[in-house]
């Protein structure tokens, strides 16, 4: 249990999809929320005995069995959040409703709901199943500095949260909410490239994850600039430099750079 916080309330997860069992799985880990206090609802019957088993929560296939809640977790795609919300805006008229569905604004959930609803908007990401998570945390116009700081604090023992002005949410989801995806896809990179040099798929990817690993660490508790580290790395007219000259012209800045503002630009279409 993280810093001694525990979580006494109620919470109803709507969506039982893998970001949710991530949260749902994070929080138990940590010791905040205990599975009694946990139901989620989730349509499909196969998913819901996978995470019953796996997780030890109450499942049910309608969201309004599951309501009224202290805390309503929203955890739905885009495309069917404004149908789900629609749906169940009476049970959550006395909820803190937390929403990670992607491209939302606070006034657009709050449009959906009771008037007077607090809307909590959070970005959260699958490294929450084993405590590494990142989340970014929004309050609307509803919302007490209480209500935001209590999300903030169950988010917290999955990873680290921090608040932030909602203009700068999608942006934010771009490089945390789908990152996990950009750096399993360079692992990926790295382990193939390994494969082509002769070496055992899991060794070359053991390494890769764990190089990853050691230096995300290693910026962290150093606080050094990234291009620091890089530098520290390259011997001049060494390996290292000859592979980061091909890497830079092959626009790896560049895709990066677009691939964020890809993503920011289809959450603001997934929004409207």
């Known amino acids: 249990m993280k810093d001694g916080f525990r979580f006494e309330g109620t919470m109803t997860v709507v969506g039982g999809g893998r970001m949710g069992e ?99 908007r959070v970005m959260p990401n699958t490294p929450a199943m084993v405590g590494e998570g990142m989340a970014v945390i929004s309050g609307g116009n509803e919302a007490t500095d209480e209500e935001v700081d209590l999300v903030r604090a169950l988010f917290a023992t999955v990873g680290r949260a921090v608040v932030i002005a909602e203009r700068h949410q999608n942006a934010a989801t771009a490089i945390s909410g789908s990152g996990p995806a950009y750096f399993a896809l360079v692992v990926d990179a790295l382990a193939r490239a390994g494969v082509g040099q002769g070496l055992p798929r899991e060794v070359a990817q053991m390494l890769a994850i764990q190089t990853m690993r050691g230096t995300a660490e290693l910026l962290d508790e150093s606080g050094q600039h990234p291009e620091a580290l890089v530098d520290g790395v390259s011997s001049p007219g060494g390996t290292t430099i000859a592979a980061i000259e091909r890497l830079e012209a092959g626009g790896l800045r560049a895709a990066f750079a677009e691939a964020v503002a890809a993503n920011v630009k289809r959450a603001e279409e997934l929004g409207s």
């Open 22 to 120: 991530a949260i749902v799985a994070g929080l138990l880990k940590s010791g905040v929320v205990s599975a009694q206090a946990i139901t989620i609802a989730e349509p499909d019957a196969e998913r819901r005995e996978t995470l019953v088993a796996s997780l030890g929560v109450t499942c049910v296939s309608d969201a309004e069995q599951a309501l009224p809640a202290n805390v309503a977790l929203i955890a739905v795609k885009p495309q069917i959040a404004e149908a789900v919300l629609s749906g169940l805006s009476a049970g959550l008229a006395d909820a803190l409703v937390v929403s990670i569905v992607a491209g939302f604004s606070c006034a657009h959930l709050e449009s959906l709901l009771p008037v007077g609803t607090a809307v909590v």
